[in-house]
């Protein structure tokens, strides 16, 4: 017997996340479109996809809630479980990297590249931020202080161990020669080429001692592994490689893709295919750097206000409306906007327009005319022919646009497809056969060519669609939905349902974009601190001052040093974060509203005796006042 033919395709797996966005469920769909679409075609598929777990960031998240890094993970991983159920994501595997078979996978990785020399030690540098226990590269830095919580790095070292990339980068090159397909699409590969490879590789820390969450390393377990290997490592270990059942990596291995997004390309088409080949096992015949989904041209981000939770919208619209918008719209391999107007257009018109419609339709007047049923066509015309021969040639081209990774062209030829059905029932007007008996039979082979080229155009947009298609498949009451009958006429006789359900509502646009207005509404108003009493606000004493004298503060370069006179004779002197905003002899003269009773403070060694009002932030700006100095304000 035949072996079946396999596919192994792989998503990244995910940092735990509470927030996981439309972004997210991009490459995850794309990868099940695939899988499916494979499984369709005969292949015997594995599909995975996991969760990124180890890592100083997540210890931090735990700690601050007070748990263990794992007590913290496992709700959000049940999350995106749910999350991924919910989007009809056909996963074989799902891997997290605390499971022990991961761990011990990674580790014997480690040990193995140790003992044959590839791993050595040495030492790792960079700037260290001591409350933050995290290294920092030089350009990771913003003005100089730690990104994360802002405060000094210093330049520390740490022992660590390397893997030598550069000892297999002439190898490697030698591969890539030979095997352009590993990296795609070509753009990439040449900025791979040209910004990594050209330059010539540096070896790469693979450990570090300062991350305690991560896996021990087993020769020296003061260090954990970078989690970047870690992370990497579970495209093999989910298939049990280097464990005592390892017939999933036999069976599978060698990846055929791995689908990225594109700041992650780096990682999986140098740093993966130099560890695979450093562990003399072959490197996947494909990775794939997708472009990110935005938002009005922007990261969608929690912050941002643009994030909507994806079960959001399956729940107002289905899980196929969100998956046919992802998978159709975006140009594969650029960046593509996403709108939840955009969204409900092209359900409107693509899903509930033609698609739906024309099921209907359909559906309605086989009923209509001939009780449901309908046999096969026998008196082909020119204009049947030319309709056949297209819904044929549909798998032809869905097949090569896939096999292109192009999943927007593959879905545009089915559309055209389901088109032509619509613009064939305009040119043979069944409604008006209908009404002449002698036309029945003309009338059968009309309905009958429409249905089967629904079931056609069904067949291939299970990979996208897959509920709805099965709804169509229901309707028509065919069980014959596999490739191996997708070809005009091989369902030789239709008893179609007899009350067709609706596939898709039509939203009304307007009534949306009002709706999604109210939102910006609300989204934008401010949040309000708790409420105060009069006489709360009545213990803040507010004076009028005029600013004599103001210098920049000799150690901090956001502060300023002023004497504001305050009247009766009273001149205090204030330290204040505005000098980014304002020149010191800009200030001076200035009269502006100062809190009059605030405690003293030292501020960076300087005395304040008071607080300037003025704007929060990025709205920086002195409130000044059109009053006589001393005045008082209620
Ligand atoms: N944990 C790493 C991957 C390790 S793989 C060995 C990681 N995780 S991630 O959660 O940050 O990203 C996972 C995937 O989601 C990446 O492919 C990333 O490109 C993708 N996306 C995240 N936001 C995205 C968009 N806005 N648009 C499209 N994909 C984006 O990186």
Redesign the pocket.
């Known amino acids: 017997m035949e072996e079946k033919k396999t596919y192994y395709v792989t998503?990244?797996?995910?940092?735990p996340?509470d927030n996981f966005?439309v972004?997210?469920c991009?490459?995850t769909c794309i990868a099940d479109a695939l899988a499916r679409y494979k499984r369709e075609k005969g292949y015997d598929v594995f599909f995975l996809t996991g969760s990124?777990e180890h890592g100083q960031k997540i210890a931090d998240r735990a700690k601050a809630k007070g748990v263990s890094p794992k007590e913290f993970v496992d709700p959000i991983i049940e999350n995106a479980k749910d999350l991924w159920e919910k989007l009809d994501i056909s996963y074989d595997k799902f891997i997290r990297t605390t499971d022990e078979e991961h761990v011990a996978c990674v580790q014997k990785v480690v040990q193995k590249l140790y003992d044959q020399g590839d791993i050595y030690k040495g030492y790792y540098e960079g700037w260290y931020c001591t409350p933050c226990e995290s290294f920092w590269t030089e350009s990771q830095l913003v003005d100089g202080k730690c990104p994360d919580c802002g405060r000094e790095v210093k330049l520390m070292k740490e022992e660590a161990y390397f893997l030598r990339l550069s000892k297999y980068q002439k190898e490697f090159e030698e591969y890539l020669e030979a095997h352009r397909d590993l990296m795609q699409p070509e753009s990439r590969y040449n900025e791979m080429v040209n910004n990594f490879l050209k330059p010539g590789l540096k070896d790469l820390c693979v450990s570090r001692a300062s991350v305690k969450w991560g896996i021990p390393v087993t020769f020296d377990p003061d260090q954990t592994v970078y989690v970047?290997v870690d992370?990497?490592t579970?495209y093999i270990s989910a298939l049990g490689y280097l464990s005592e059942d390892d017939s999933l990596f036999k069976k599978y291995w060698p990846a055929d893709l791995h689908l990225?997004?594109?700041?992650?390309f780096r990682?999986h088409t140098i740093i993966w295919p130099i560890i695979l080949m450093a562990l003399g096992l072959p490197l996947p015949k494909k990775v794939y750097g997708?472009?990110?989904?935005?938002i009005g041209g922007g990261?969608?981000s929690k912050s941002k206000g643009n994030y909507k939770d994806p079960r959001e919208f399956i729940k107002d619209y289905g899980a196929d409306t969100l998956r046919y918008y992802i998978l159709s719209e975006v140009p594969f391999g650029s960046d593509g906007n996403f709108s939840e107007e955009l969204m409900v257009e092209r359900r409107n018109s693509d899903l509930a327009n033609i698609l739906g419609n024309l099921v209907n339709r359909t559906i309605t007047m086989s009923n209509k005319y001939l009780k449901g049923h309908l046999t096969k066509i026998k008196d082909v015309t020119a204009l049947d022919k030319e309709v056949i021969d297209e819904l044929d040639a549909l798998v032809v081209n869905v097949e090569k646009e896939m096999d292109a990774l192009d999943l927007p062209k593959a879905i545009e030829h089915i559309i055209l497809a389901l088109k032509r059905l619509n613009k064939y029932i305009d040119e043979t007007e069944p409604w008006i056969l209908g009404k002449d008996e002698s036309k029945y039979p003309r009338l059968n082979d009309v309905l009958y060519t429409i249905i089967e080229g629904i079931r056609l155009c069904a067949i291939e947009l299970k990979a996208f669609i897959p509920e709805t298609a099965e709804k169509i498949f229901t309707m028509l009451e065919t069980n014959k939905k596999s490739f191996d009958s997708a070809k005009f006429g091989d369902e030789s006789e239709y008893q179609v349902i007899a009350k067709p359900e609706i596939l898709f509502t039509r939203i009304d646009e307007e009534e949306l974009k009002a709706r999604l207005a109210k939102e910006e509404e609300v989204e934008e108003k401010v949040e309000h601190l708790s409420e105060i009493t009069i006489d709360d606000f009545a213990k803040v004493e507010l004076t009028v001052g005029k600013v004599i004298e103001s210098k920049k503060h000799e150690d901090a370069k956001k502060l300023l040093v002023s004497k504001i006179d305050i009247g009766h004779g009273e001149i205090r002197q204030i330290v204040s974060g505005i000098a980014e905003h304002i020149k010191p002899e800009d200030f001076v003269g200035q009269k502006v509203i100062v809190v009059t009773n605030l405690k003293k403070a030292k501020i960076r060694g300087v005395e304040s005796e008071g607080m300037i009002l003025a704007g929060e932030d990025d709205k920086l700006g002195i409130v000044t006042a059109d009053l006589e100095i001393g005045t008082r304000i209620h």
């Open positions: 998503t990244p797996i995910y940092y996340s966005h972004g997210h991009y490459t990124d970047w992370a990497l579970n990225v997004g594109k700041e992650i990682f997708h472009g990110w989904l935005t990261k969608i």
